[in-house]
């Protein structure tokens, strides 16, 4: 496993040189620890999950020279000691594309491997080759829409008391899908823009409240994995539904896009991968 680095140490709004040989030493891991702590996890997880990244400019070349192109998927388990910094896993990337290589799984083999230590857990790597691009699909979030509501909105950080529920009447079983979801790199300050589902068992959660709430992160600065995770402890402590599912597709940048989806049912079963009209 390597070792955690603190944000403001990575190459993020740096200028930086893009290596074209491989070098897994390019990967910069994050703890997540620091971050949860911010919001009250300091023991066990209060849910299970996983971080979907799809990397859409994968190149290396073959041994005579000719360059291979793939898309990559790297699913990443929520509770993995660390995240990896984003344009350090581009660089990590892009430096594989003068980089000779026997095969495509010889690639993935590098890919599992420092993906791993970087991440400091297993996590799954695919690749989906030229001759697969035309059975990709793009499918939206399903749920009831909360963009739907004429609401008033003057606030553009996350507020917790925005969140209720009416648990005076009886549980329901609902999904909830937002595409104004935007948060800000920690460190840049750069837009991230995305769409939310929630699914949740339990008293009805105040739809108005919700959307203001999702809305209030326009301003905030958090990596995409723990915006979702926020929104997972704030729903929970101020909503308390029996059963939540949190997952955000954001929108690519740097040829990647970060897909969180954190849990605590088993029976919500794992995200479709499949990308958005926006991503």
């Given at each position: 496993?390597?070792?955690?680095?603190?944000?403001?140490?990575?190459?993020?709004?740096?200028?930086?040189?893009?290596?074209?040989?491989?070098?897994?030493?390019?990967?910069?891991?994050?703890?997540?620890?620091?971050?949860?702590?911010?919001?009250?996890?300091?023991?066990?997880?209060?849910?299970?999950?996983?971080?979907?990244?799809?990397?859409y400019e994968v190149s290396w070349l073959n041994l005579r020279g000719k360059p291979q192109v793939a898309i990559a998927t790297v699913m990443a388990p929520a509770d993995s000691p660390n995240i990896v910094e984003s344009k350090s896993f581009k660089l990590y990337l892009n430096s594989f594309n003068q980089t000779r290589l026997a095969s495509a799984e010889a690639l993935l083999s590098l890919l599992q491997a420092d993906l791993s230590a970087g991440f400091g857990a297993t996590v799954q790597v695919s690749l989906c080759t030229p001759g697969q691009f035309g059975q990709l699909q793009l499918q939206e979030m399903d749920g009831v829409l909360l963009d739907r509501l004429d609401i008033a909105v003057d606030a553009y950080t996350p507020d917790p008391a925005l969140l209720s529920a009416a648990h005076g009447q009886a549980p329901v079983?609902?999904?909830?899908?937002?595409?104004?979801?935007?948060?800000?790199?920690?460190?840049?300050?750069?837009?991230?823009?995305?769409?939310?589902?929630?699914?949740?068992?339990?008293a009805p959660i105040d739809q108005e409240g919700l959307l203001r709430y999702?809305?209030?992160?326009?301003?905030?600065?958090?990596?995409h994995e723990q915006c979702v995770e926020r929104i997972f402890v704030d729903i929970m402590r101020h909503c308390k539904p029996q059963k939540l599912a949190v997952y955000a597709r954001y929108t690519r940048r740097g040829g990647l896009d970060i897909n969180p989806w954190r849990s605590n049912f088993s029976s919500a079963g794992k995200p479709d991968n499949r990308r958005h009209a926006r991503q």
């Open positions: 496993m390597k070792t955690p680095l603190s944000p403001e140490h990575s190459l993020l709004g740096k200028p930086a040189t893009y290596k074209a040989q491989y070098d897994a030493s390019l990967l910069f891991p994050i703890a997540r620890a620091d971050k949860r702590a911010e919001i009250g996890i300091t023991g066990a997880l209060p849910f299970f999950g996983l971080d979907i990244w799809n990397a079983e609902e999904t909830l899908v937002s595409h104004l979801l935007k948060s800000n790199c920690l460190v840049t300050g750069q837009p991230d823009w995305g769409s939310v589902q929630i699914s949740y068992v339990g999702l809305i209030g992160f326009r301003d905030h600065n958090e990596f």
